[in-house]
């Protein structure tokens, strides 16, 4: 009768060492271009850019426009601020200008760099 408790324990021995073996012998998902990372390295994101819109081009300002030395002319970081809400823009309040730099514009305000605005928002 101690014959069977031994088989069994044998029998339990050869099943774990054989479930073992079954993911040695399977063929990786990716065709065997499969890379393991080391249980050491350390996966990082960068952070992202919060304030250069996704839009290749588009920039984004952030600052209370000034007046020019001409009449209706607006100015942020040098820039010349062409279209866009004149009430927000006069309003004096930080706002965020979402826009792009054109080059070869002539205007009466003779001063920045020309900068075409596509959305004006206050900043939060």
């Known amino acids: 009768m101690r014959t069977k408790p031994a088989l069994s324990a ?3 021995v050869v099943i774990v060492l054989l479930a ?8 990786p998902s990716d065709g065997g271009r499969h890379t393991a990372i080391p249980p050491t390295a350390e996966v990082t994101t960068p952070p992202p850019t919060p304030t250069m819109p996704t839009t290749p ?3 984004e300002l952030r600052g209370v426009p000034e007046p020019g030395v001409e009449s209706g002319c607006w100015l ?3 820039y010349l ?8 823009l006069s309003s004096g309040q930080p706002l965020v200008i979402t826009g792009r730099v054109e080059r070869g514009v002539l205007t009466t305000c003779q001063q920045g760099t ?3 605005v596509e959305d004006v928002v206050p900043a939060e």
């Open 20 to 27: 073992g073996c079954g993911d040695a012998a399977e063929e």
């Open 81 to 88: 601020l062409l279209g866009g809400d004149e009430k927000l």
């Open 114 to 116: 020309a900068f075409r």
């Open 57 to 59: 081009g588009l920039m």
């Open 10 to 12: 044998a029998i339990a």
């Open 76 to 78: 942020l970081d040098d």
